[in-house]
């Protein structure tokens, strides 16, 4: 598309539908389109956006993150206050606020109140004007925020622009920003898998997250919002119940809690709390209590504030799901990918609703970090369906003769050594494919995409080869037959062949491949790539030193003496010699042709789609060549091969001047 503004209307359509996709997925919970087509649709949007920079809007879906990280915090001045609720802890403090709003309003009938759950994540502003999202800003001490504008537009269920219509000219949309629990977890699993630290808890998340001054670290935050009032407004008028006033929130694309309700009097309160009480600990997000608020806003206008806080609304908090205990002892368990985590064996108590005798202590840095140690007295939380967790150490209860947690030097499973890499939290066993404890998570990884590559080989069929005992190794895979797989569930005798099939296919791989398929500790598919071209061969690494495999290009002595006891521990041995002797085998990297070819020694980048090869058959073929494959267009890029659909990168190469390869010059270069 050439044409100005052809492209012009062309934007103003797409941003239209992809702002109702939105509404439709992150307000109303209901998709009206595949992912396939939504992203179809924004990368039609990208590429207009590419081709015409003039056209790209601050409201557009492909801005949501922009810019370079922010140097500090602005201020922000609300123009009415954030104040702070009047909290209830008993039904009688929930009685006792009721009849002193019937009596400052002279009611004689149940006053009606919308009753919401009470999220514990971070209260903010969020400022349009003219429907479009100008400011984001926290709560701060009520009076003056923080700006975080920056981050607030990386949450995606907050709209840039308004959907509908009669909207005020201005309107500030006051709401929380939370962590869902199900993306709390997944975030926590990806890190710990990553050796990082992860986050304490789904509110420190939500609040940490939106105090990063790089929007691209919030972006990567599973970040939700909800809308619960309404702050300033200029020209325009909003409903005058505040139950109504959420349908408009919502109406104009702004997320509300659907646990909102409409109750009467004390006792509707004190039942809706009961209720909300009762499935708590279903809830996909975090919750401390329920805020009641006066339904009738000039009422709430009538009945003003006291101090810092309105008369017309109240926080009946939940009790506190923490109790004191003994810790009886400390062991370790070993996860899937050989993280070894800290559990306390408690003295039974009854916290949250259950008796609770076992707590996480997360990593070594926080049994350290609080000193636990057994014989302690601790404090034990219980959040909602989260694993109890030991909070706190009572120093002044801690009998003599204790001593500090030690971190096993052996894997409690497997007898295999522990691994806990300088400044990383988690400790690993190393076992791998020897290990009972990690033995499926070894295998899925050994047969994933960008390993050996075993198509078919899913997660609910090495389920079933490891429990009926069929494969304990890697090389017991090539020895399964078409018939073994046939008799397993949810198998028959066509798709058990096509496994075979890409059993014996996945025979012939890459060094680099392979051994980033062993699943050493600490190394990924760009150290497992240059192990391979530094080496050439395995029986070559395999005799270096740890010394020799630190001049690995960013390779460090951590991670060579990780290799290199990995590659002589006796069981590893016996699992590498074993895939050899069934068969796995790889072409020789033809050092002199790789040092002739075009793509020796340099960056390359892959978009679009190829016609010819795979993305993965091209990323070997450039590896195999002395290429080093990038995932992003930067001025070190020698190379941009561009295939069918290619998106922003073909972009960025064009505007840095890379050159670029269509798929005939890729595979000429390559000589054929």
């Not at 590498?576 to 070819?597: H, N, Q, T, Y």
Request: hydrophobic share 40%; glycine share 8%.
């Amino acid at each position: 598309m050439t044409d100005v503004a052809a492209a012009r209307a062309r934007t103003i359509e797409l941003r239209a539908e992809l702002q109702k996709h939105n509404y439709s997925y992150y307000v109303l919970d209901n998709p009206r389109v595949p992912d396939a087509e939504y992203d179809r649709l924004m990368r039609e949007l990208q590429a207009l956006e590419t081709q015409f920079p003039e056209l790209i809007t601050g409201d557009s879906p492909t801005q949501r993150v922009s810019g370079e990280p922010a140097k500090g915090f602005g201020a922000v001045v609300h123009r009415i206050p954030m104040l702070s609720l009047e909290n209830a802890f008993a039904e009688d403090d929930v009685r006792a606020f009721d009849r002193r709003v019937r009596e400052r309003l002279r009611h004689k009938d149940d006053v009606e109140y919308s009753a919401e759950p009470k999220l514990d994540g971070l209260a903010v502003s969020l400022a349009y004007e003219d429907g479009v999202l100008v400011r984001g800003a926290t709560r701060g001490d009520g009076m003056t925020g923080e700006d975080v504008t920056h981050n607030i537009r990386t949450i995606k269920s907050v709209p840039l622009r308004l959907s509908g219509t009669g909207y005020p000219r201005l309107l500030e949309a006051r709401g929380e920003v939370f962590m869902p629990l199900a993306g709390f977890r997944r975030f926590n699993a990806a890190a710990q898998a990553r050796g990082e630290k992860s986050l304490v808890n789904p509110r420190n998340a939500a609040a940490g997250s939106l105090r990063q001054l790089d929007p691209r670290l919030a972006a990567a935050r599973p970040l939700d919002i909800f809308f619960y009032g309404i702050g300033a407004i200029d020209e325009g008028r909003v409903a005058a119940m505040h139950s109504e006033m959420l349908v408009q929130l919502r109406g104009w694309g702004l997320k509300t809690c659907p646990e909102t309700s409409r109750v009467r009097g004390a006792e509707g309160c004190l039942a809706y709390f009961k209720a909300l009480g009762e499935r708590r600990s279903r809830l996909p997000y975090q919750i401390d209590g329920v805020v009641y608020k006066v339904d009738n806003i000039a009422d709430q206008q009538a009945l003003g504030f006291v101090s810092r806080a309105p008369r017309w609304a109240l926080a009946h908090k939940f009790p506190a799901e923490e109790e004191l205990t003994v810790v009886r002892a400390v062991e370790f368990q070993v996860g899937r990918t050989g993280a070894l985590t800290p559990v306390a064996r408690l003295k039974p108590v009854f916290v949250g609703g259950v008796t609770v005798s076992n707590a996480t202590l997360h990593n070594m840095d926080e049994i350290e970090r609080k000193d636990v140690r057994v014989g302690d007295t601790v404090i034990v939380r219980r959040a909602g369906d989260v694993i109890p967790e030991v909070a706190g150490v009572l120093l002044e209860r801690r009998p003599k003769g204790t001593h500090p947690v030690k971190l096993p030097s052996v894997c409690p499973v497997c007898k295999s050594p522990v691994e806990r890499v300088p400044g990383e939290a988690v400790a690993r066993c190393t076992g791998g494919f020897v290990c009972a404890a990690q033995r499926k998570e070894s295998l899925r990884h050994f047969a994933g995409r960008r390993a050996l590559d075993i198509q078919g080989l899913g997660v609910e069929l090495i389920d079933q080869l490891v429990d009926q005992n069929l494969v304990t190794a890697p090389a017991d895979l090539y020895r399964l037959t078409a018939a073994q797989l046939a008799e397993l569930e949810r198998m028959a005798d066509k798709s058990a062949t096509k496994v075979i099939g890409a059993i014996e296919k996945s025979k012939q791989t890459t060094l680099a491949r392979f051994l980033y398929a062993l699943g050493i500790p600490n190394v990924g598919e760009a150290t497992a790539l240059a192990l391979a071209q530094h080496f050439g061969d395995l029986a070559a690494l395999r005799a270096a030193t740890a010394e020799q495999i630190e001049e690995v290009p960013d390779v460090g002595p951590v991670i060579a003496a990780s290799i290199h006891r990995f590659l002589h521990d006796r069981r590893h041995r016996e699992v590498i010699d074993a895939l050899l002797a069934a068969g796995v085998r790889w072409p020789a990297i033809e050092r002199k042709a790789a040092g002739g070819s075009p793509f020796a020694g340099k960056t390359v980048v892959l978009t679009g789609t190829l016609a010819s090869l795979s993305r993965d058959s091209a990323t070997d073929r450039l590896t195999a060549l002395g290429a080093k494959v990038a995932g992003s267009v930067s001025k070190k890029t020698h190379f941009v091969i561009a295939g069918a659909e290619a998106g922003s990168k073909l972009a960025k190469a064009q505007e840095l001047g890379v050159r670029v390869l269509d798929e005939q010059e890729f595979l000429s270069l390559l000589g054929e």
